[in-house]
């Protein structure tokens, strides 16, 4: 069915016209001219381009094709081919789990971002609270330089199925010996670990379980045992005291594990009443630096002036001796009659006996404060069990060590008796998550996952449960402790399953294990109290005094807040951070008395680079002798007393960097904190300190720091043009003298849109304890920049906490009354007071609403933001500095080298596991420019995101930073003030609140709230 | 040629030198050969500034920490650099535009060098700015380029880019206000050389000086203009260098006298750097007919001027953070917390250096010795460096927040970098007097009738002006016309 029809597309087409059959012919105008160009031979062979040009052509082309692949890094990312139900790139995911590494116990929880924890932060809901350690654990889990990846036998790598057999068949071979094997464990507060360690024991009658800590709380655990007939410490509900009185327990520090979330609750003026709390003590702790009233007094008088305050309470005699603070303990005696059950009193001396009359006193006074119900587990230690096994191991009576993250080999006071008695024990197994003397010291070395990577329980407390739950995939080749004791035991359960079997069947009663899991705690109360059994007191008194031989100097052994008991001591974050007290980073020292220092020839100049320099002392112990240890002048150090702390001296598998300060363990005889017999002796050379802060007091420059006393807060109008003590800053206006707020030179913002941001801190319940400083390390990728940096005074930290000791002279009038010329006074000012007064002051940027720093950056790279805040653009920046030294706050951080991907620098930011920690949703600054706090603008923007998405308002109380949700005590609190029901909102208008330097009229966001003290006795 | 001098009046050139010899006279350090000293300064300067370069390139290459600066004192030597070296310019200004409104012929011999002094001075001047930035190589970004980025802007609140402008415009002005000055005298050089590169080098950089009538009309002119221009520039340059100290809050810099008193200090430091270049270049180059010590003895008394007002303010400022009795003032770079803390040597320096030393000026003789016045101009050099860096790093060293408070210990990369600056200086200084005529000799001449002690004597002898000198010079004696006073 062909067909001829034959379309037209014009009468002129069908007509056939010849413009049309023109135009068709000549569709293509012009042909290519291949012939003319082929065709004629002549043109080709007198074209230029030869042969051997074009090859060179397409040789050069080549080349530079190959050349210019050779450029450019190539970065590979893996996208999911599968991607994980619960993973959201670029959306956080938050996990309830629980840190305990045998020193540190916390309930937390941890802030994951594409399968990397990244933060943690305290699981408030469980009463949980973290410290700068626990903050810094999450990098911890990365350190790629100190923790085992591999199981080892002799150095050398073995298979876990080869360890698993060889260390099974040794067992049963000493079982069959019937040799004894000890399992030498930290504390692990864990109940199902506890059971399969009973297991395990069942398994191998031979097996004996010991508890050891590094830093020991024998004397409490005994004492309470003695007492109540429970192996634990006591709990003390501080926030309910009226009187608190301790003898050297550092209880805002490491003492118990720490209460300072109590301890806040009860310094909180608004309620009318404070505790009063009155710290005696030899070495300046966090505690005592806390405390309305600190008494200086040496070691031995320590234990005399708790006698003698037995003595004053009871009327009855024990054995002491007269003390140079026995006035003191006669008033003290007093405030804790008039407090009576409300009062307690506790005590640091790691003795049994000195516990023992702590306890014998809070039962005088019918304490309510000390808690004998929710008894605290985490120091189980058993320090004669430990030295029983170092003198088993001499003597050739154990067969068998298997250490589970401990390191005896470092922290025993006789470490060198443990190693050398170590070649007397056949079977050695180092289960650890990172290496360490003990486990260098060991035949087999296991690693054991970190805690993030690991299942597990714990107890605490009693009666309050926690679970721990892994964050991320196994980074190395680990195990779980646990696992390869069910395994040693010969059981095939893995210790997932048995945990939940252990926790469905003995522990959860009333809920579900998702449940459980879900919140990380599970709390089932206590109720049966303990009964306390009566102790004779005069024998134990007469122990107590005679325990103690007063010498000359006195040694009394702390840990600090960075490094604790040192296992973290590998750690860029925690080596950086400043001690709160010292505010020396990088370093322990020898704290002394500034009267010693002047007997001895203690000198800590100021060099002209602005850092410090001390001496070296010989220090002899009990006949220890510990060479060139730095020395630092501490104020409020008892005379006749020295500090050292702990934890510092690790050399074995660290980073070079982070081999600093000097290892104390050696003089820990006894587990005992108080050592006496103590000689000193000056050497020669200079130590290198790197301290952040060089000028220890306020130079009676009190419009920074704010500070009255309870009396005045609750009886003197704050305002008061004379004896206010929150008085707003005057400054002078045509020829007045008015408020410095009343007046403007600039236009204020626009705040009734959209969010205004505002942190306020409060000076009275802030301790100090710097964890908000290590949350903002990890939230913002804040770098770690080494001991020599800090040094010269480049720190990086965002947030810092300002220490300042009070003078003798504190104010003009006080000089006026002591008739000083105006050059003493400012001398007397600048000078600290030999038992100063403490005060603790965050300081980040202000984000002022008139910003100084705004002004004068010439390329408009900090600018004033919507919500409040003072923005940083790093990009922008140019880095002239000027907005530096135009912050009257200084709080601005400049980037003088590249701190990232720098040999230079090699902490976490120049490694891949250490770069795991980074927060994406922060960038890593480059050299060159100046950065700042930004009040966790990318967290405050997430929680706007979020709520937009889900098509809702910002809830109250929702905003947050990374330094308000680490602290514990509720110092600081951030929120929108545009919404009314946010916590910061009254606490903006509160007659305590002011800002710093308000004369300058910066107009900050930053909100401080006075600090009061009890002045007032009970 | 009613021409009447007090015969009181010191010659301002001495010796018998008559239009020719001045002619030789300048010529000849650019026709001849460098001597052995001009070659050992010379590479003394170059090896200082090759020093300085490296320091500069190491800098840029690793990161502003090689410096001694801190979290709490952002700026020390480079700004205290950078304040020095800008003041030193500002008397190459006030003697060629200032002076010249003033008809203050004296500065004729010494206009040239003091201007070229501002050039490179600035030169030094402009470097620290940059190379003091994290980020060097977007320095660009001060400038107010328009750009794709939307709203990217300059900040016209932040004084550094007063700076900016302040020091761009300057450095124009000055240039083309001395290279207007050097037409004439190029083009001297170029009607006598004898090279042919070197011909077509001064006639190129001459613009075509044709010594024509209409050419001394424009030239004349175009100074009084450029001068005019040039005159406010001696008052805001600095006033608005001192406005980075000024406008901030820090204690001790947020003064409201620091325009004035900056001024009065860098005029202070600047006659004292001439006076220390020309104490070397007049025995260097044969000049001492033209810079004689009526010339010092003028400057030594703009010295002593600018050096009270200087003094005055030092005074004013101590007894302001006396008298506030602030414990914030207490510590200022002038106060008694300054005399008595760390940088107590550095306090004392300045009194000792910027104050002390200078009243030796009121003596006569001292004042017209050659010898003294380089040696305390050296004296002002150093107190000046010393009062820039006693503002800087007193005041930072003591912020608002005692735990701020720090020190400053320089590196040798700061020192290198100052050090490179000083050479950098020299060999522009030293090449520039081997190449360009170091004095203004068409202006010298116009003077050299009423001034020079040859054609006095000829005056005193015969009563009569000498005459064919006076045809050569006669279209630009507009000058000498009104020179009555």
Known sequence: MASNKKYWKSYQELENDTVVQNVANNEFVQDIPTDEFLGNKETLESSSTTRRDFLKYIGFTTAAATVAACEGPVNKSIPYVVKPNDIIAGVADWYATSMADGYDFANILVKTREGRPIQIMPNKDAKGSTTARVQASVLSLYDEKLRLKEPSKAKKKITWADAHNEIGTALTQLKEANKEVVLLTGTMASPSTDKIISEFIAAYPNVKHVVYDAISEYGAVEAFNAMYGVRALPSYKLGDAKAIVSFGADFLGDWHGGFEVEYAEGRKPENGEMSYHVQFESNMSLTGANADKRVVVKPSDQVYALLNLYKALTGTNVPSKATPVDAEIKKVAQVLKKAGKDAVVVTGINDKNAQLITLAINKVLQSEIIDTVNTIHTRQGDDMAVQQLVSNMKSGNVGGLITLNVDPAFTLPNASEFTGALDKVSLKVAMSTEFNSTVEAMDYALPISHYLESWGDTQFRAGQYGLMQPTIQLLFNTAQAQDILLKWSGSDSNYYNYLKTYWSDSVITDTSWNKVLHDGFYHTGVTDAPEAKDIDVASVASALAGSVKGSKYELSLYTTAGLGDGKQANNPWLQEFPDPITRASWDNYLSISMADANELGFKNPVRDNGAIDGNYATLKVNGVTLENVPVMIQPGQAKGSIGLSLGYGRTVGLKEEMQVGVNAYPFYKDFNNFQFDVSIEKTSGWHQFACTQVQKTIAGRHDILKVTTLKEYLTVDPKDHHHGWNKPAYVSYDHNEVEANSIDLWDEHNREMGHHFKLSIDLNTCTGCGACVVACHAENNVPVVGKKEVRIGRDMHWLRIDRYYSSEVETREDAKEQGLSRAEMYR?????????????????????????????????????????????????????????????????????????????????????????????????????????????????????????????????NEFSTACSSACSTGALVFGDVNNKEDAVTPLVTDKRAYGVLDYLQTKPNVIYQVKVRNTNEA | MSHYEAPIREPLVLGDKTYHDITEDIAKPIEGKANKNWYIAFYISLAAMLWGFGCIFYTIGTGIGVWGLSKNIGWAWDITNFVWWVGIGHAGTLISAVLLLFRQKWRMAINRSAEAMTIFAVFQAGLFPIIHMGRPWNGYWVLPIPNTYGSLWVNFNSPLLWDVFAISTYLSVSLVFWWTGLLPDFAMIRDRAVKPFQKKIYSLISFGWSGRAKDWQRFEEVSLVLAGLATPLVLSVHTIVSFDFATSV????????????????????????????????????????????????????????????????????????????????????????????????????????????????????????????????????????????????????????????????????????????????????????????????????????????????RRDEEGIPTKPEIKVKKAKGKSTKKDKE
């Open chain 1, 828 to 956: 007397a000012l600048e000078t600290e007071a030999e038992n100063p007064e403490v005060t603790f002051q965050p300081m980040m940027c202000q984000h002022c609403n008139h910003a100084p720093c705004e002004t004068v950056c010439p390329v408009a790279a900090t600018t004033h933001g919507r919500q409040g805040q003072n923005q940083m653009t790093y990009n922008r920046c140019v880095g002239t500095r000027y907005c530096a030294n135009n912050c009257p706050y200084r709080v601005r951080r400049f980037n003088w080298f590249n701190y990232s991907n720098n040999d230079e620098f090699d902490y976490n930011m120049n490694s891949d596991y250490g770069k795991m920690v980074l927060n994406p949703d922060v960038v890593v600054r480059s050299r060159g420019v100046m950065e700042k706090c930004s009040f966790c603008i990318q967290s405050t923007q997430a929680t706007i995101l979020q709520a937009k998405k889900e098509g809702r308002a910002v809830r109250t």
């Open chain 2, 250 to 457: 820090n204690p001790g810099w947020h003064s409201t006298i620091f325009p004035p008193y900056f001024v009065a200090g860098a005029i202070f430091s600047g006659f004292a750097m001439v006076q220390t270049l020309l104490g070397i270049m007049r025995k260097v180059t044969n000049l001492e007919a033209y810079i004689t010590r009526l010339h010092i003895e003028y400057m030594n008394i703009v010295i002593i001027l600018t050096g009270g007002i200087v003094a005055v303010a030092y005074a004013t400022e101590f007894f302001i953070a006396w008298y506030t009795g602030s414990p914030y003032e207490y510590y200022t770079y002038l106060s008694v917390g300054a005399a008595t803390g760390p940088y107590w040597w550095a306090f004392y320096s300045l009194l000792l250096f910027n104050i002390a030393i200078p009243q030796l000026l009121w003596i006569k003789k001292i004042r017209r010795s050659f010898v003294w016045s380089f040696i305390i101009s050296i004296a002002i050099n150093i107190g000046m460096w010393f009062e820039r860096f006693d503002i800087i790093a007193i005041v930072l060293s003591k912020g608002h927040l005692p735990s701020t408070w720090w020190r400053f210990e320089p590196t040798f990369v700061d020192v290198g970098i100052f050090i490179g600056t000083i050479g950098f200086f020299f060999v522009l200084f030293l090449l520039y007097a081997r190449t360009f005529p170091v004095i203004a000799q068409a202006e010298v001449k116009t003077i050299l009738k009423s001034s020079g002690e040859f054609y006095k004597i």
